[in-house]
């Protein structure tokens, strides 16, 4: 598949790795990783057909020609190629995020927003979640996101996705800026999202505003009246008393933003609720960010794809089109994709299940791809691929994290800027990683912990975290990645063995009969193949099935079949053994 954007490169059908890496202007050593992470071990002189090196182009960034074929008839180009005219461009609503430290009234606000300013509400439609709704404020639409909270936010930006056009700050008026509310902000400033202040609460007589505005400026938000740029409005949930003027500078703020899309165009957007529902089957909430989407178009979205069979708007009425801004929850997507997956619209069924399957395996290959780490960070920079490293401190006390953030900031080299995104005290927590994955920043803790959550999400979301009892060594290492210093070293980490109990003939070769003897082998895993303990084969998987079905993993005791790439003569006895690469400091 031919992904855009990037610079373009062409390949001839057949190269060698070192013509490979002159071509792409990286190192041998990363075109070899790039090729260990598909099963390849190749030296420097060894030649690679096409598709491999179309594939590893691909994931550093490039859009790839063949030799002789114009980019533009590659049959699988994402509709995204098409940039649109300016004269094509109409205004959108703004798709708004509400966000604030926990009992601050953000569900409240939004569930008082829906009742005040949704229609059809009072010819009793049932409140139908889809996970967003839009209002209309003096005939200006508005989207809002339905899950309040910088976490769902930050994970959807954490897949890749940026919905969010506004985010509203909701901060009590009786209680202040509290820790989450600085960690909205740091969430919010990171997606360089602009922000509105709503001050709740206002109907109870602690409500103290001007401390409040105090606060904000200690957070470097400079509010309008004292010469800033970001609003604040006093609002109560619960008398609605500032509602409209809420939704009044919500429709300035988005004006000032002249937020545009070309509703003529194919449409593309993000996933930002899925689920399977027991008699309608997969069902995903979309936002339609450019484009018109139809009943009966085939779309993609994610790693799934299918027809739209049905569509319905936020109060669950039947819709056969939704334009720009508009929340839509779809019928007929084969499998439920995630939520942060960006889907688009095709023209062609068979193109948008080609896409949607090698989707799928680069997704397999992702997975078993690089680890955010400090070390793959400085490799970026000595390339001079990457020009800043964000940073997430956390540390036992304020003083500690204030003193780390200060020696931190003056490390800045030449062409590299050291961003501190975040900083708090406390343990390091789930939204912290999430924060790193999203702004692709790297988390030291100073005397802290990390909580359960974000040491399970650290490892699917391959986000290093690293712990320091002494802040000399913390900024040390920190000086070294931005000077390009501290080198990956890729390790192999063996997942698990499979022995061979019988080996079957099947359409295309054959396949062997397992029994996993420790650990996991999963669908992605690279695999050796070993006879009285020597190697015969190395390469990957190429299936995984037990009982006909496609797996993507099978753990020990239990029985698999396996196929594996560019071999099949099996013997019983032999031992799969399936393994991953990561790169370690
Ligand atoms: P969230 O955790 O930020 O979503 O906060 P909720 O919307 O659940 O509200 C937390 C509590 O504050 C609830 O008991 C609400 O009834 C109350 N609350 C929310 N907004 C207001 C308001 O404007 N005035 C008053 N007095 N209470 C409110």
């Known amino acids: ?96 995020t509400v966000m604030g430290h926990v009992d601050h009234g953000k569900t409240s606000l939004l569930d008082a927003i829906r009742q005040t300013n949704v229609t059809a509400q009072e010819v009793g439609a049932i409140t139908q979640h889809i996970g967003a709704y839009q209002v209309e404020d003096k005939g200006h639409k508005i989207t809002f996101i339905d899950t309040p909270g910088h976490e769902a936010f ?63 400026i200690q957070q470097n938000l400079v509010i309008e009246e004292f010469g800033g740029d970001v609003i604040v409005v006093p609002v109560s949930a619960k008398t ?54 139809r009943v009966g178009e085939a779309i993609v979205a994610g790693a799934s794809w299918g027809r739209i069979k049905a569509m319905f708007n936020h109060l669950g009425e039947k819709i056969t089109e939704a334009g720009p801004s508009t929340p839509v929850e779809v019928m007929g997507i084969g499998t439920v994709p995630r939520a942060g997956d960006t889907f688009a619209v095709f023209s062609d069924e068979r193109e948008a299940r080609d896409l949607a399957e090698s989707r799928e ?71 912290d990683v999430m924060l790193a994955t999203a702004s692709r920043a790297i988390v030291l803790g100073f005397h802290v912990k990390i909580d359960p959550g974000a040491r399970r999400v650290a490892a699917t979301e391959r986000i290093d975290i690293r712990l320091y009892q002494i802040i000399y060594e913390l900024i040390e290492d920190v000086e070294k990645a931005v000077k390009g210093l501290m080198q990956p070293v890729i390790v192999e980490v063996i997942d698990g063995h499979a022995e061979i109990r019988a080996v079957f003939r099947v359409r295309g070769g054959r396949v062997a009969g397992c029994m996993i003897t420790d650990g996991i082998v999963r669908r992605n895993s690279l695999a050796r193949v070993l006879r009285k303990g020597a190697m015969v084969h190395e390469s990957r998987l190429s299936s995984l099935k037990r009982f006909q079905e496609d797996v993507r993993e099978v753990t020990t005791g239990l029985e698999c079949g396996i196929g594996t790439e560019r071999f099949d003569s099996f013997a019983e006895g032999d031992v799969i053994e399936a393994f991953h690469v990561e790169e370690r400091g």
Do not use: C, W
Request: aromatic share 0%.
């Open 361 to 431: 395996r680069a997704r397999d290959a992702a997975e078993s791809g690089k680890t955010l780490s400090l070390e793959a960070i400085s490799g970026d920079i000595a390339a001079g691929r990457i020009k800043d490293l964000n940073i997430i401190i956390k540390g036992d006390t304020h003083g500690s994290v204030e003193a780390i953030n200060t020696s931190l900031l003056k490390l800045g080299a030449e062409d590299v800027r050291v961003n501190v995104i975040h900083t708090a005290a406390g343990n390091i927590t789930e939204s």
């Open 1 to 96: 598949m031919t992904q855009t954007g990037g610079p373009v490169v062409t390949l001839p059908r057949a190269l060698t790795v070192r013509d490979l890496s002159e071509a792409l202007h990286v190192t041998n050593v990363e075109i070899i990783k790039e090729l260990m992470k598909r099963g390849i071990m190749a030296a420097i002189n060894q030649t690679v057909d096409y598709d491999v090196a179309a594939d590893v182009a691909q994931t550093l960034g490039f859009e790839v020609a063949r030799a002789g074929i114009a980019v533009a008839s590659a049959p699988d180009a994402t509709p995204d190629d098409q940039e649109d005219e300016a004269s094509d461009l109409e205004p959108r609503p703004p798709v708004v």
């Open 154 to 216: 930050t994970a959807l930006r954490a897949r890749g996705a940026s919905v969010t056009d506004i985010a509203i700050l909701v901060v009590a008026a009786d209680d202040g800026i509290m820790p989450q509310t600085i960690e909205a902000i740091d969430h919010a400033k990171a997606a360089k999202v602009p922000i509105i202040v709503a001050i709740n609460k206002m109907d109870l007589p602690a409500a103290n505003p001007e401390k409040v505005k105090q606060e904000l």
């Open 240 to 293: 609605r008393e500032g509602l409209d003027d809420l939704l009044e500078h919500i429709n300035l703020v988005a004006e000032v933003a002249e937020l545009k899309a070309n509703p003529s165009r194919p449409a593309e957007g993000t996933v930002i609720e899925s689920e399977k529902d027991p008699n309608r089957g997969p069902m995903a909430t979309l936002i339609v960010q450019r484009g018109t989407l």
